[in-house]
C-alpha cells in the first residue's frame, strides 16, 4: 500500500509539473508573437519613412 501512494504522489507531482511547464510555454509564445507584430510594424514605418524622403529628394 505504501508503495502504491508514493507512486500516485509521483503521478500527480509529474503532473503539476508539466502543467506549470504548459502555462510557461504559452505565455511565451504570446510574447514572441507580440516582439514580432512590434518588430514587423516597426520595419514596415521606417520603409513608408524612407520611401517618402527618396521621393521627395
Given at each position: 500500500?505504501g508503495q ?11 503532473n ?20 514580432i507584430?512590434i ?15 527618396v521621393?521627395?529628394?
Amino acid at each position: 500500500m505504501g508503495q502504491e501512494n508514493e507512486i500516485q504522489e509521483l503521478k500527480d507531482r509529474l503532473n503539476a509539473v508539466e502543467q506549470q511547464l504548459e502555462k510557461r510555454s504559452r505565455g511565451f509564445k504570446a510574447l514572441r508573437t507580440g516582439v514580432i507584430i512590434i518588430l514587423v510594424i516597426y520595419l514596415l514605418m521606417t520603409l513608408i519613412g524612407i520611401f517618402q524622403f527618396v521621393s521627395n529628394g
